[in-house]
């Protein structure tokens, strides 16, 4: 099972960025996924997650508004529009695949991870 997550770099305070993360149609077609986030010195934090239709999502309250989550239609690539960026959203930005079909908040509800991108928002 590999994740492949993509398209961090660094944005000025306001601007946009969007992730993509390329998972194994087999692992992760029927399974609802999610990107978490971790800060240097804070732990890992829910951003966002939406289930295998796609039809299902939730966002951390520090993001909603700002991100949107989706999918492809054949469920096996996420993405993560990240606008009006903010210093406090600078994480390494980690997508995973749920054990389950739906949409979960909680960290022990996804089996595999990938290997994180690096999201750096300038003042």
């Known amino acids: 099972v590999q994740l492949q997550a993509s398209g961090g770099g660094l944005v000025q305070a306001g601007g946009s960025l969007r992730l993509s993360c390329a998972a194994s149609?087999?692992?992760?077609?029927?399974?609802?996924m999610g990107w978490f986030r971790q800060a240097p010195g804070k732990e890992r934090e829910f951003v966002a997650a939406i289930n295998w239709r796609g039809g299902s999502t939730v966002y951390a309250d520090s993001v909603k508004g700002r991100f949107i989550i989706s999918r492809s239609n054949a469920g096996s690539t996420m993405y993560l529009q990240m606008n009006r960026l903010k210093p406090e959203d600078t994480a390494v930005y980690y997508c995973?695949?749920?054990?389950?079909?739906?949409?979960?908040?909680?960290?022990?509800?996804?089996?595999?991870w990938g290997q994180g991108t690096l999201v750096t928002v300038s003042s």
């Open positions: 995973a695949v749920a054990r389950s079909s739906s949409s979960t908040r909680q960290h022990t509800g996804y089996s595999y």
């Open positions: 149609a087999r692992t992760s077609s029927n399974n609802g």
